[in-house]
């Protein structure tokens, strides 16, 4: 790891950090077939680093508020953790809020989250280091806040999948779907859930941004 990734590395929070190291070292949980959608992921993003464009991932939920947040707060700590810069977002086919649930789970693993307004849709801003952070809403894909063209579009619920059959500008679409916590809500089992999610989300960003890493390693 060079020195400007090395500085980059030991600003992330501790707790996160660790979790990181963690997740990293057990990827032979996630199975061949999710592999090989993560590895097309991968590869793509290789190209945009090679060809020196900006790397824009936008992780599709239908209503923004709990997996796809996850999807887009994770790849940004996993592409910092393996020394890489992206831009990572999240929308929905509707608005709604940041749930207060996964907003949880994320502080359980060592996230810092500010609230900055208190309507009903309020914005977070979800740090994960020093000067590291994401800005974190509810949003449909035509916000004016997210890039229009050239993204990642990764979807992360069936729902999403079938209501947006075609998604404007994304040079690629990609489903990695995952099971809603939603179904865990107000049960003794929520807070396990949300968790198991979300290191779900984690570990597979990382898996992701491991294979740059060993790309960027090889061709040192």
């Known amino acids: 790891m060079d020195v400007v990734n090395f500085k980059k590395y030991i600003k992330m929070f501790q707790k996160i950090k660790e979790r990181c190291e963690i997740l990293s070292n057990n990827f032979k949980e996630i199975n061949p077939e999710r ?8 590869t793509h993003i290789q190209r945009k680093i090679d060809e020196k464009e900006e790397v ?4 599709v939920c239908t209503h923004n ?20 810069d992206i831009h990572s977002f999240s929308a929905g086919t509707e608005v709604t809020a940041f749930n207060q649930n996964a907003i949880n789970a994320l502080i359980a693993c ?14 977070y801003e979800v740090l994960f280091g020093e000067s590291k952070s994401n800005l974190c809403f509810s949003k449909t ?3 004016e806040s997210l890039p229009k063209e050239n993204f990642v579009a990764v979807i992360t619920c069936g729902d999403a999948d079938e209501n947006c059959p075609f998604i404007p500008g994304c040079d690629l679409r990609i489903g990695t779907t995952y099971f809603d916590p939603k179904s865990y ?33 090889s061709q040192n």
Request: proline residues 1%.
């Open 110 to 123: 060592g996230f810092e989250v500010k609230k900055s307004d208190e309507t009903a849709n309020p914005k």
């Open 56 to 59: 824009n991932l936008v992780y």
């Open 65 to 84: 508020s709990r997996r796809s947040h996850l999807g887009q707060v994770w790849s940004k700590v996993a592409a910092d953790f393996y020394g890489f």
């Open 35 to 42: 592999k090989a959608l993560l590895e097309k992921l991968a």
């Open 141 to 143: 894909i035509d916000d």
């Open 185 to 217: 809500d107000n049960s003794i089992l929520m807070d396990e859930k949300y968790t198991e999610r979300s290191n779900q989300i984690a570990m597979e960003c990382l898996y992701s941004f491991s294979l740059l890493k060993k790309i960027k390693c």
